[in-house]
Each structure stands twice: as structure tokens, then as C-alpha cells.
Nanobody, 128 residues
Framework: QVQLMESGGGSVQAGGSLRLSCAVSGNIVSSLCMGWFRQALGKEREGVATLYYGTSYADYADSVKGRFTISKDNAANTLYLQIDSLKPEDTAMYYC?????????????????????WGQGTQVTVSS
């Protein structure tokens, strides 16, 4: 079991950048899958990126490809989400999630329910 704590959110203007962090503590294993999700007001939580700890293989939602980059720092036990060219529609609460898997992360389309561990979230607000 791991514990997650996000940070790095804030209010920025469109076109700006943010780097979100997720501090990971507990039983970190190579079969751990990490993900970033976001939830805008009145909308369902959607997955934006996943990363498999063992291979660092990353996957992205089509809506964020080219602007979002998921990465990790093993020494710091931290997961990151670099967000560039921010748009007002990126405004949402961003959550870090984790689950153990056999060989690869679940597809983003599988939804939030297949993830077992969540952080408390960090708010990103983008103004036009």
C-alpha cells in the first residue's frame, strides 16, 4: 500500500505551464502503476496520463498528448505531471492515483474505479 500527496497546483494564465508533484510513500514496487486524473466541476473524473513504474512506459489521453508529460524521480519518490500550453479547459482538480498491476497499467478509458489509492488533489485554474 502507498500513500500519495499532490502539490503544485495554482492559478495561471492560458499559455502558461505548471508542474504538479505527487509524493509517494509506503510500499513502492516495480509493479506499481501511477496515474494522473482530473475532475472539472460537474464532470466525471478523467484519466490524463499513466506511468508504469517498472518500465517507465507512459500513456496519455488524446486530449493532452503533446502538452502533458508524466515522469518520476525514483530517488525523490515523486511522480510529476508537466503541463504546458495551458488552456482554460484544463481547469480542474488534479489527482494522483496508484494501483499494483501484473505487467502494464490499465487503459485510461477503464475509468477511475479501477484505481485503489488516491491523493487529496491539487487545484489548477487557467484563466483566458
Amino acid at each position: 500500500q502507498v500513500q500519495l500527496m499532490e502539490s503544485g497546483g495554482g492559478s495561471v494564465q492560458a499559455g502558461g505551464s505548471l508542474r504538479l508533484s505527487c509524493a509517494v510513500s509506503g510500499n513502492i514496487v516495480s509493479s506499481l502503476c501511477m496515474g494522473w486524473f482530473r475532475q472539472a466541476l460537474g464532470k466525471e473524473r478523467e484519466g490524463v496520463a499513466t506511468l508504469y513504474y517498472g518500465t517507465s512506459y507512459a500513456d496519455y489521453a488524446d486530449s493532452v498528448k503533446g502538452r502533458f508529460t508524466i515522469s518520476k524521480d525514483n530517488a525523490a519518490n515523486t511522480l510529476y505531471l508537466q503541463i504546458d500550453s495551458l488552456k482554460p479547459e484544463d481547469t480542474a482538480m488534479y489527482y494522483c492515483a496508484a494501483r499494483t498491476v501484473s505487467s502494464s497499467c490499465p487503459p485510461l478509458g477503464a475509468g477511475a474505479s479501477v484505481w485503489s489509492t488516491w491523493g487529496q488533489g491539487t487545484q489548477v485554474t487557467v484563466s483566458s
